[in-house]
């Protein structure tokens, strides 16, 4: 089955300053790559994904990049603020088929 | 509209008791998941529903676990048994199941705590 690894663990950024977190994955036919965000105490938010056909998508401050050969993605926060700070999840699925694989999670501090 | 709501919201049970864990997802959302978080990992699914279809169970890690779904809105997860190793947080999320790779949308949990 796929393998999602995530790291950082933990970083810390001071405000204003970008965060990148970084994913790889196993399964090479795997397709589709959301990141998701959650704050303390709730479930996980959708906060941007990619599919394989494109190599990078930006939604304001934040941005996804895709390397199929490598088989690794990433998350891109610029201009970070207190309020980015929460756990984000990388995962890999396979579209068309909704068996999601998770990574262990990054805990982002923004430090004001 | 509403989100997905899960409850109980915590839940402390002593070992070898059984637990029920319910959500109510989206209305109109015909696939269902329950993931289990570990504290300090990540999400690990555990089952997933779609419509009428016969349900995914490889994510249960053992036979103590069960869920159930009547047609397209509750579900309940159940464990039997409960072991130490069974805390976690009990995640459970919906979307429209109308084909390709849908948004998940998560309730905020279950916190299970098997002393």
């Known amino acids: 089955g796929e393998n999602v690894e995530q790291h950082p663990s933990t970083l810390s950024v001071q405000e204003g300053d970008s965060a990148v977190i970084k994913c790889t994955y196993s399964?090479?036919?795997?397709?589709?790559f959301p990141w998701y965000k959650q704050e303390l105490g709730k479930g996980p938010q959708l906060i941007i994904d990619i599919r394989s056909n494109v190599g990078e998508k930006k939604d304001q401050r934040i941005a996804v990049t895709l390397n199929k050969t490598a088989k690794h993605f990433s998350l891109h926060i610029t201009e970070t603020q207190p309020e980015d700070s929460a756990v984000y999840f990388c995962?890999?699925?396979?579209?068309?088929?909704?068996?999601?694989?998770f990574g262990s999670g990054t805990k982002l501090n923004v430090k004001p | 509209g509403a989100g997905v709501s899960q409850s109980p919201s915590n839940k402390v049970t002593e070992k070898g008791k059984d637990v029920e864990l319910r959500c109510d997802p989206i209305?109109?959302?015909?696939?269902l998941y329950w993931y289990r978080q570990r504290l300090g990992q990540g999400l690990e699914f555990l089952i997933y529903f779609q419509g009428n279809s016969a349900p995914d169970k490889s994510g249960l890690p053992s036979d103590r676990f069960s869920a159930e779904r009547t047609g397209e809105s509750v579900s309940t997860l159940t464990i039997q048994r409960t072991q130490q190793e069974d805390s976690a947080v009990y995640l459970c999320?919906?979307?429209?199941?109308?084909?390709?790779?849908?948004?998940?949308?998560f309730g905020p949990g279950t916190r299970l705590t098997v002393l």
């Open positions: 209305s109109g959302h015909t696939a």
């Open positions: 999320a919906s979307s429209l199941g109308s084909g390709g790779t849908d948004t998940q949308y």
């Open positions: 995962a890999a699925a396979l579209y068309n088929f909704n068996k999601f694989y």
């Open positions: 399964d090479s036919a795997s397709n589709y």
